[in-house]
């Protein structure tokens, strides 16, 4: 059964275009190591909550878009074997140094499919 990685993270509004580009780069390397699915999602409906909600997950900040992504693996076996080389992948050499977001406010997992209709 295929693998999910699942992202929410916030970006700043002004930065909309840099982050596409920083995470179209990374689109071909998920997919050269067995990603059969990558998904990009800017929020624009996304309210903020009074116990728990997007925004307040990644604590999105006044000017900020919740992004949330996924990549789908045919299973996780490949989505654990692709990893170390997407890490080593000389082609993303610098990629992670001057990302356009706070990436201590990224939040990521590994899901199982439970359900797909």
Do not use: N
């Amino acid at each position: 059964m295929e693998y999910i990685d699942g992202y929410l993270l916030a970006v700043s509004q002004d930065k909309k275009d840099e982050y596409i580009e920083f995470a179209s780069k990374l689109v071909p390397a998920f997919k050269k190591y067995g990603a059969t699915q990558v998904m990009e999602c800017w929020g624009d409906d996304v309210p903020d909550g009074k116990l728990t909600s997007f925004p307040m997950a990644v604590k999105a900040e006044e000017g900020e878009a919740v992004v949330f992504s996924w990549i789908v693996w045919p299973d996780k076996d490949t989505r654990m074997a692709a990893w170390p080389k997407i890490e080593a992948d000389e082609s993303l050499a610098g990629l992670f140094e001057d990302m356009p977001f706070d990436g201590k406010r990224l939040i990521f997992g590994g899901f199982s499919v439970v359900i797909k209709e």
